[in-house]
């Protein structure tokens, strides 16, 4: 009896919501049973490569409220941040941002790692596919596995018992180690190989190494500069109304 009522009501439901429709000329779609929880929308965060900001303003400009959007650049960190719809608790957020590559990483360079000259030989091992020949990555891995350092010393000390006193240490290594070499990798994650100019330090105290390539801080400073700016450019010629604020 209560199966019969129920499907009464629900054809009664069905025949007044098709005269409404066959009036107002709408569709309505009508579904049995348990429906769907509502669930908050979720906002929108990722993170890419430096031009992700320019690509999601490209592809989603006529979504975008301008006057509710802005874009944070920080080249120290070197990234670039796309917020839209700012005042709301769903804003979405874009980041890109430049990422020294793996092989960057793992050489150690300007990072200011040091390391023993036999641990520096292993390294150089495993990563002489960068060198210009494999040759030359041998042979300065053999150099530092008999790494061989000539070290003199003076020391001076004066005291004329006035309050003066002097302290001096002049220390002079000699050492069978190049004073650089060349590898080619890229700078940047995803960024075409460059061949740059490292330079091999030795710490004055406990002799460990450690790899410096001014060129290659050069190069970041100035591929940060020309990445990011790019950005910007292809973001301004999308939305030009969009603010863009330097950290």
């Known amino acids: ?7 009464s009501a629900e054809q009664r439901a069905i025949e007044k919501l098709t005269e409404l429709n066959t009036e107002e000329g709408q569709e309505t779609i009508i579904r049995f049973g348990d429906a769907l929880p509502l669930k908050e929308p979720k906002a929108v965060s990722i ?12 592809k989603r400009k006529d979504d975008i409220v301008s006057a509710d959007a802005h874009v944070l650049v920080d080249r120290d960190k070197m990234s670039i941040t796309l917020k839209t719809d700012e005042n709301s608790a769903y804003s979405d957020q874009i980041i890109g941002t430049l990422t020294l590559s793996s092989e960057m990483q793992e050489f150690g360079i300007n990072t200011g790692e040091s390391m023993s ?6 390294r150089i091992k ?13 042979k300065l891995v053999t150099e530092l596995r008999n790494f061989k350092a000539k070290v003199d010393k003076e020391l001076e000390l004066s ?3 006035r309050g ?21 990798l890229p700078i940047f994650k995803g960024m075409p190989k460059v ?14 190494c450690t790899l410096v390539s001014p ?9 940060r500069d020309i990445h990011m700016d790019a950005v910007l450019e292809r973001i301004k010629e999308a939305a030009p109304a969009i603010v863009i604020i330097e950290q």
Request: proline share 4%; aromatic share 6%; hydrophobic share 35%.
């Open 164 to 184: 003066n006193r002097r302290g001096l240490v002049a220390q002079t290594v000699d050492s069978n180690l190049p004073e650089s070499f060349k590898i080619e």
């Open 215 to 223: 060129e290659a801080h050069d190069i970041v400073l100035k591929e």
């Open 195 to 208: 061949t740059i100019e490292v330079e091999v330090e030795i710490n004055p105290n406990d002799l460990s």
């Open 47 to 58: 993170s890419g490569t430096i031009d992700a900001p320019a690509r999601w303003v490209e």
């Open 159 to 161: 005291d004329d018992k």
């Open 126 to 138: 495993q990563l002489r596919s960068y060198f210009e020949t494999t040759q030359t990555a041998m």
């Open 1 to 7: 009896m209560k199966e019969q009522q129920r499907k």
């Open 117 to 122: 000259c036999f641990d520096m030989a292993d």
